[in-house]
């Protein structure tokens, strides 16, 4: 039996839909949620605007229980003078594809296409100041060819009339101050991606606090947390937080970078502050002169900006990179900044059991660079003109990242379906024994990255590496070498290593791997 207007109309006292093109309608909405305007909260204004650019029009206004809000009125509100609400509300926001929407067309609205539109969620708190809650949001930023910018990103569900909706996003929340200030807020949203991506259990805001300083009180909360404080936190929850203090703004560029490729969150220190660094784009064409003989060149070097979640100024903030001073004892350091906002610390989230670092898969990738041809020809029954001639192997690019092997392997498969990587070489990926983790150090040359689109740009082989080796073990880190075609990679995973060199397959450049797609792109 279809449903009626009747049906329907007692619902409309608890929850309601908001026109956000209609004026009256935000006001209405504002008033709704308790605020008398925008100025006083950057966060939630940054949310709608957020919404507004992925052209959302209706709002969906529903009453919400929140066990995040719950841990921190059991832990403050609920022993405060003024009596505080239990309840909050949640926004969901619809893309404005959706021509009329009331609360019989939403309840009839199939599920593909509740999903399609749907934008993301906010809950609000019904506390007088700092009211932005969890928060979930598409990103709004993609490059030409549709390219998400926004790396750190995982799926999450909620409900609404009992149906299933889903959005893709990386986790925001607004410090409250009393519970938990910055710190705590930044733990949050790291602990809540890296529960999606199964690396920890779910944490509630005051748990992160007892993690971080056992003893504190609530006046002792306001103070924050140290970095030593937040470390502690993140190895409670089983994870490898790796913490660095770069000597110059070119290794924390190249820390950001890497880490952010590997779509792990990295945490940074600013100035009595902290925030989430969760992406990056690229220069519009990447311009730069062949490296000097032995010098090594990332992508990071191609980088405009980097993406970040700042609880005191909303989700999905663009900082961009420039070069700044501080003082350190009697003489100045050179630090990178975020819209001229000095990096003092960066603290990536990694996962347990990867012990290499970037700086070290680097500098691996160097050494193999330098050594493969001779380690190759040293090999029996290897002639000479099958190995790689020497210019292949200068005047390269390297993009690092740290990827799940089932995961690279897929995405290898799939390249190989649609012709992008010879069918040869997946199969030697998909059958060699890897680590849950591995790194991955792409390879292009600089001519085919020079005055090109970065998300255009051509990519001639890889490097893997055991993310689990010794960083002094250059040998037995190497999993796989692949360029032009000819791939040396391992059989075995026995005390004696068993190592193959096969080719030349066919050797044509293809586009780099595993950049996170923006769906609507991905279906075209």
């Not at 909260?41 to 969906?60: Q, T, Y």
Request: some cysteine.
């Amino acid at each position: 039996m279809p449903l009626r207007a009747k049906d329907v109309r007692g619902i409309r006292r608890n929850v309601r839909i908001f026109d956000l093109r209609d004026e009256q309608a935000v006001v209405r909405l504002l008033r709704h949620l308790g605020f008398p305007n925008l100025a006083r909260s950057h966060p939630l204004r940054s949310v709608f605007g957020i919404a507004l650019e992925s052209n959302c029009r209706w709002v969906v206004a529903e009453p919400y229980i929140s066990t995040d809000y719950s841990d921190e009125f059991a832990g403050c509100y609920s022993r405060v003078f003024r009596p505080i609400p239990r309840l909050c509300t949640r926004l969901h926001f619809f893309s404005k594809s959706v021509k009329h929407l009331t609360f019989l067309t939403l309840l009839e609205m199939p599920d593909v296409v509740k999903v399609e539109h749907y934008i993301g969620y906010s809950v609000i708190r019904p506390i007088p100041v700092f009211q932005t809650g969890d928060t979930v949001l598409k990103s709004p930023y993609c490059s030409d060819d549709g390219s998400d910018l926004i790396h750190c990103q995982a799926e999450f569900e909620v409900h609404l009339f009992g149906e299933e909706l889903r959005v893709r996003g990386m986790p925001f929340i607004q410090q409250e101050t009393n519970v938990g200030v910055c710190a705590q807020a930044d733990l949050w949203m790291v602990a809540r991606y890296m529960n999606r991506l199964g690396e920890t259990r779910r944490y509630r805001p005051s748990e992160l606090t007892r993690l971080a300083a056992p003893y504190s009180t609530l006046n002792s909360i306001r103070e924050g947390l140290t970095d030593e404080q937040m470390l502690e936190a993140l190895r409670q929850m089983g994870l490898n937080p790796v913490m660095i203090y770069p000597q110059n703004a070119s290794e924390a560029r190249e820390v950001l970078y890497a880490y952010a490729e590997s779509e792990l969150p990295v945490i940074v220190g600013l100035p009595q502050h902290v925030a989430v660094v969760i992406g990056h784009d690229y220069a519009p064409n990447m311009v730069r002169h062949s490296p000097p003989r032995g010098e090594v060149v990332t992508l990071a070097a191609y980088v405009n900006a980097f993406f970040v979640h700042d609880d005191a100024e909303g989700p999905y903030i663009r900082r961009t990179i420039g070069r700044g001073e501080i003082p350190v004892g009697r003489s100045r350091q050179e630090v990178v900044t975020l819209d001229g906002v000095p990096v003092e610390y960066c603290m990536a989230i990694v996962p347990p059991r990867v012990l290499l670092r970037p700086e070290d898969v680097i500098e691996m990738g160097r050494i193999w660079v330098a050594r493969i041809r001779k380690w190759i020809l040293a090999l029996p029954r290897v002639k000479k003109e099958t190995v790689w001639p020497k210019e292949d192997l200068q005047n390269l690019v390297f993009r690092p990242y740290l990827r799940r092997s089932d995961r690279f392997k897929t995405e290898i498969m799939e390249f190989a379906r649609r012709e992008k990587v010879d069918a040869a070489i997946a199969v030697r990926y998909c059958c060699a024994p890897m680590p849950k983790y591995i790194w991955v150090l792409e390879l292009s040359k600089v001519d085919e990255v020079r005055n090109r689109s970065p998300h255009r740009r051509l990519v001639r082989g890889e490097i893997l590496l055991d993310s689990t080796a010794n960083r002094h073990s250059v040998d037995d880190a190497l999993l796989a070498f692949h360029l032009n075609g000819r791939i040396y990679w391992r059989s075995r995973n026995e005390p004696t290593r068993e190592y193959f060199f096969d080719g030349p397959f066919s050797s044509e450049p293809r586009p780099p791997l595993l950049r996170p797609v923006k769906r609507e792109h991905q279906a075209s």
